[in-house]
């Protein structure tokens, strides 16, 4: 069989900004611009504002743009804060083929090390791209084990990819940093998540750290295993890794061509059922007394997602009945359902008492687009039912929606942080990325 790493290792040293197709363009786009946007509003809960002042102030040099607070710091540093503000709000896209949220692990790293080399936007769209891709691929090719979260593991990769990229490497070189970038992967559990621990937002900020670490390590002279993913991936966080199943599908549409964006303010896991419920409910507003119960069938869930009642933000992002409660009393699954007031709503309390989530084998033959549905059942006074069906959620990749409802998120999400024309200059600025002469033109614009 052909050597996996040193396949992935060429796509990544010979990946060409000249020979993408316009669609690739854009996805780079729309996923720097959809990551961009979750960095700067994540930036604002307290604990990130914080972080962001402590860590600065140990930084030993000023060279990166650390999102949403007008301060700087080294790579590493700015790596670390970022990427920890852009997983706060549940608002950052991801990859249901392989990686879990490719993005936030590797663009938060490639976009400090351009600023701090005055790369050009060529330069940082093919850093985004491969980072992006070797992520993706090295996850899909893993099988995690349960409790095993989608965060962190193989963003050590993507990052130290991306960095690689950035300065040029060879295939060899490549090949080298993914082994030692491998190694260097953090272990992390769901359970913070669905308990509500903020620790948990650390994951990306942790492996993207770790990602630029593992070029410096690199570039020490320090050296790897000849295969360490499959050694890490394959032992320890996951229960296999298949080598194949990383170089499926090559040559063809990238990966970062293939994400799902998110529309509502919570875990993907959550956004079928958000689906059917709102195409239950056909748009209009339903009033909460009249609901008797709320029945979910999924093809798949897991047992955290359906835990007591949050008693915290991060909590209620991975919780079924919250988010569905939430999205009925107040129609929406925002940034705002999720907080102290809405989470205190005692209508959202009872009905998601009402909520009740089977989980039903998915059916053979898997229907097409590989997404077997899920069903929303509203039971209300007086025999009444409604019915909502929903598969590949909206925004996901064979579920688009126009590039201005991106647009419109980025806005709703950041304007208050950076007032209206500055964000209107980043969408500006991400929309001709190529073009950039130097990445400052964007970050520049980051600092709040």
């Known amino acids: 069989m052909t050597d996996y790493l040193d396949t992935l290792s060429v796509l990544v040293s010979e990946a060409s900004i000249d020979s993408l197709s316009p669609d690739t363009l854009n996805a780079v786009r729309d996923v720097t611009l959809d990551t961009l946007g979750a960095m700067v509003v994540g930036s604002q809960q307290p604990e990130n504002v914080a972080f962001a002042s402590t860590m600065t102030q140990r930084s030993s040099s000023a060279t990166a743009t650390v999102f949403g607070h007008g301060l700087k710091a080294d790579p590493m540093t700015a790596t670390l804060i970022n990427a920890t503000a852009g997983v706060a709000l549940e608002v950052d896209e991801g990859n249901r083929f392989g990686g879990g949220h490719p993005a936030i692990h590797s663009l938060p790293g490639a976009i400090a090390l351009a600023e701090e080399m005055g790369a050009t936007g060529r330069d940082f769209v093919e850093s985004a791209l491969v980072g992006y891709e070797l992520e993706s691929r090295i996850g899909g090719a893993t099988k995690p084990r349960l409790n095993v979260h989608s965060h962190g593991h193989w963003g050590v990769i993507g990052t130290a990819v991306a960095a690689a990229k950035l300065k040029g490497y060879s295939a060899r070189q490549v090949r080298e940093v993914i082994n030692i970038a491998a190694s260097m992967s953090p272990a992390n559990s769901w359970q913070p998540a669905f308990r509500g621990a903020t620790v948990r937002n650390l994951y990306p900020g942790r492996s993207g750290h770790d990602g630029l670490l593992a070029v410096d390590v690199y570039e020490s002279g320090f050296t790897g295993l000849d295969d360490a993913p499959a050694d890490v991936f394959g032992t320890i966080l996951g229960e296999s890794f298949d080598r194949a199943a990383a170089m499926a599908n090559m040559p063809g549409e990238y990966r970062i061509e293939q994400n799902y964006f998110k529309f509502y303010a919570c875990c993907r896991l959550n956004h079928p059922a958000l689906d059917a419920v709102f195409a239950a409910g056909a748009g209009a507003r ?5 609901v008797v119960a ?18 915290n933000m991060l909590a209620a992002k991975f919780n079924v009945p919250y ?39 998915p059916p053979t033959p898997v229907p097409a687009g590989g997404v077997p549905p899920t069903e929303a059942r509203i039971r209300l006074a007086g025999d009444r039912e409604l019915v909502g069906r929903a598969a590949i959620i909206k925004g996901d990749y064979g579920n688009r929606l126009p590039r201005e409802r991106l647009v419109e998120k980025f806005h709703a999400l950041n304007d208050p942080i950076l007032g209206t024309s500055r964000a209107a200059e980043v969408v500006d600025a991400v929309s001709r990325l190529e073009e950039l002469s130097d990445v400052r033109e964007i970050t520049a614009l980051l600092a709040g």
Do not use: T
């Open 286 to 290: 339903l009033d909460p007394d009249e």
């Open 294 to 311: 709320v029945d979910i069938s999924a093809p798949s869930m897991l047992d955290g997602m359906l835990g007591e009642y949050p008693e």
């Open 323 to 361: 988010a569905v409660a939430a999205s009925l009393v107040r129609g929406s699954a925002g940034v705002d359902e999720f907080y102290s007031d809405a989470r205190g709503d005692e209508r959202i309390r009872e009905l998601a008492a009402k909520v009740s989530v089977n989980v039903e084998p």
